[in-house]
């Protein structure tokens, strides 16, 4: 038995986002409220795009965000804000754990309300 939100209904709740979210980066799971960004990074905003088939793109192909020597990224979060704001989703990573100052991208950033359940 398949269990759906029709793309009407997706789309109906991806227009509630913002217009603009932030995304960061976080060295272990974030939870429910955000917590645990990687010290020393600064969120970076993305640009959403209309919902259409139940996917809201954002228009940037990738955001960089600058990492510090030791750090490690686990997660991606996504925030309303570039300070404070509301958690409004994570995603979890390969961990990447950097020797050298560097740069994490982000790309191919999409926002989809598909249900999964096991």
Same mark, same amino acid.
């Given at each position: ?15 509630? /986002? ?12 974030? @939870? ?7 010290? @020393? ?23 960089? $965000? ?15 804000? /570039?300070? @404070? ?23 191919? $950033? ?9």
């Amino acid at each position: 038995m398949a269990n759906n939100y029709t793309d009407t209904t997706r789309n109906l709740m991806l227009a509630a /986002l913002p217009g603009t979210l932030y995304m960061s980066l976080h060295d272990i799971d974030p @939870g429910q409220v955000g917590n645990n960004e990687v010290a @020393g990074t600064v969120r970076q905003s993305v640009t959403l795009q209309a919902a259409s088939n139940g996917v809201r793109p954002v228009s940037e192909s990738f955001v960089d $965000i600058e990492v510090n020597n030791g750090e490690t990224v686990e997660f991606i979060g996504v925030f309303t804000a /570039l300070t @404070g704001g509301n958690f409004i989703a994570s995603i979890e990573v390969q961990p990447t754990t950097f020797t050298q100052d560097s740069v994490y991208r982000i790309s191919d $950033i999409s926002f989809d309300l598909n249900l999964t359940c096991a």
